[in-house]
């Protein structure tokens, strides 16, 4: 079946760093991807999409990169800051066959270390 | 800037009473949606809703799960008959869809079941 899946459930690094989660995913008809930032307490915040025309995408501070090949998704932060401290989320969806529901792998806690 | 809002924050219920939670979609998007996250897991989805109709719906979305649109603005999850396992926090989220993607998130209502 579907399933969206995370490699670590906490990540530490130290604030200036860079930090890289990662997500593999088993549908291969996905064909779009999305990091959610939450922070405690709060509603799953959107930070940057992907989708699998694509093998990179760049934002402020943050990449993903998809390899379709081995279906697997990461999402780089760049000088990683005590803000960012949150869970994230990587989601999947399968636009292309009609669905619009969007599946959540388990999430990454981030921890940034002063 | 525009907020998808949900209330209330915090619903206490007793078991087998009905619930209602209520959210207000930013006001130009088209498709809605209802998640729910149990404590320290991932979110799930439960239903998506599209055109004053339900578009898709988990396995989760049993007969004891409903959602209406009862007016321009609000979006509402009834739970008819609440067991202690539907505890969570239900995450409402809307999307634009005409030429945005990008899926915003309410700041959720905590349910508990006593």
């Known amino acids: 079946g579907e399933s969206v899946g995370l490699h670590l459930p906490t990540l530490s690094v130290q604030e200036g760093d860079n930090s890289i989660i990662n997500c593999a995913y088993s549908n291969s008809a996905s064909d779009y991807f999305i990091w959610y930032k939450q922070e405690s307490g709060k509603g799953p915040q959107f930070i940057i999409d992907i989708r699998s025309n694509m093998d990179k995408r760049q934002g402020q501070r943050v990449t993903v990169l998809l390899n379709k090949t081995v279906k697997h998704l990461s999402l780089q932060i760049a000088a990683t800051q005590p803000g960012d401290s949150a869970v994230y989320f990587c989601a999947e969806n399968d636009y292309v066959s009609g669905t619009y529901k969007y599946i959540f792998g388990t999430g990454t806690r981030l921890k940034v270390l002063a | 800037e525009p907020e998808v809002t949900q209330t209330p924050s915090h619903q206490v219920t007793q078991m087998g009473q009905e619930v209602i939670l209520r959210c207000v979609p930013i006001s130009n998007h088209l498709y809605f949606y209802w998640y729910r996250q149990i404590l320290g897991q991932k979110v799930e989805f439960l239903v998506s809703?599209?055109?004053?109709?339900?578009?898709?719906k988990s396995e989760i979305f049993d007969d004891q799960f409903s959602v209406e649109r009862p007016d321009g603005s609000n979006f509402t999850l009834k739970i008819r008959s609440t067991k202690l396992e539907d505890s969570a926090m239900y995450f409402c989220?809307?999307?634009?869809?005409?030429?945005?993607?990008?899926?915003?998130f309410g700041p959720g209502t905590r349910l508990t079941v006593l």
């Open positions: 989220a809307s999307i634009e869809w005409a030429t945005n993607n990008e899926q915003f």
């Open positions: 809703f599209y055109n004053n109709e339900i578009s898709e």
